[in-house]
């Protein structure tokens, strides 16, 4: 049985720990799902309320590591709170929109990394 090294890089909790550049990082293929989510969102200008919870919660998730950019989360959940079914359609407003737009920066950004240095815990 061969003996295992430690790895430099490593998926915890949904993110990339690269330790040997001490950065976290969205995987790849979370950053392009949840990124063309987000593009048919903004292309339709609204989604149904389920799928808002969805993109909402991989925002806050995504947030973790930007943690200014949960602001920018303020106008998406009150959107959410405003329909109680989650087969309602959400239309969005250009406040909202232009918040998405800004998210897939944001998104784009996570993907190529944080310094692990830079990421506090609230408490």
Known sequence: MAKESPAEQQIILGWLLDTRRLLVSLPDDKHTAWRSSLEQMIKTEGCEKG???TMEGQLNHA???IPL???FLTRVRAAHLSRANKKSWV?????????????????????????????????
């Open 69 to 71: 950019a949960r602001h």
């Open 51 to 53: 799928d808002l919870d």
């Open 91 to 123: 239309k969005f407003t250009e406040a909202i929109l232009v918040d998405l737009a800004l998210w897939l920066k944001f998104l784009g950004k996570a993907r190529t990394g944080m310094s692990m240095n830079l990421v506090v815990t609230r408490r």
């Open 63 to 65: 947030a973790c590591v």
